[in-house]
């Protein structure tokens, strides 16, 4: 089924500025749109417009083909709340605030001349991944080895930082040891195309402390 023809908000021509914008960003020109034509949306309807102009960010992870509805309810809600964005309940539908008033003009006026800039992170979530696959690559960002190479502090990494990345300690039985190294290659082997940062400090930690995986892997 083509899926422009359930389309409530969105021109085809609008499709590709519209897919650029950040969910928070495309709920308020949903929402600010559906004022003007004089369209109410319930929240599934809100999120289903989402999931028809953007479904690699608004679908369910590994399941492109049905829409996530927690992933933008969750915004509404944080806009409704403490951001003070928008008004109105599930009953009465959602309604911009003088705040994101504002904020619409310009989205819609961007749009419309088709200047929007990309706002993809390459942190953003793979929805063609499940959760747990993804958690294992997200914890290799938050290592001091990924930090510090990140912001070009590569005279302070240490032995310690090569045995973080990796999960492991001087202490750590060598069967185990060789099962974690194993496992976080492969995961730096999937992500090394979309994080060149993690490419990079992988080759240059084994560079630098190989012999430690030497040491480590030596039966006693």
Known sequence: MDKLVRLKLASEIQIEQLKKLSTENLIIWIIGKSEIDKIKLTIEEITIECWLINPQKHSMRCYEQFPDTGVVTKR???????????NGTIRSGFFLTEISKSKFADIDSLVNFGVILNSKSKFSADRSLSSIDEAPYKRLRRTPAYLKFEKNRISELVETDYLYFYGITWHTKPSIVQNKIKNIDSIVDRFAKKDIILKNIHIFLNDKFGYVKEKLLKTN
């Open 76 to 86: 509404v809600y944080e806009m409704k709340g403490k951001k003070g964005m928008l």
